[in-house]
């Protein structure tokens, strides 16, 4: 017995848009059209996974985007002057 084809028509929405949250997404075009390179290892470097409620990152990524700096860039100086102040 040989198979029904499966029809997939209809399956995807071509005719709307995706809805604009308002930040910004990754490999989105800047304003000023500048590709920056990737950051290249340094010696010496650790690797870290960090987990934010959905709320922190949100607020994260805007301020990113507003800056213009990495998320690297702002959790090391954050952590930087958190550990400055604890004498750690």
């Given amino acids: 017995m040989a198979k029904k084809p499966v029809a997939l028509d209809g399956l995807l929405n ?33 690797r870290l996974t960090l987990a934010l409620d959905g709320e922190t990152y949100r607020r994260l990524r805007l301020h990113a985007a507003e800056t213009d700096q990495t998320h690297q860039d702002i959790l090391a100086a954050a952590l930087a002057e958190y550990l400055k102040r604890e004498n750690a």
């Avoid at 308002?22 to 470097?45: D, F, L, V």
């Fill in 14 to 46: 071509t005719q709307s848009r995706p809805t604009d949250t308002g930040i910004p997404q990754r490999g989105a075009a800047s304003s000023n059209n500048q590709i920056k390179p990737a950051p290249k290892k340094r010696e010496g470097e650790k």
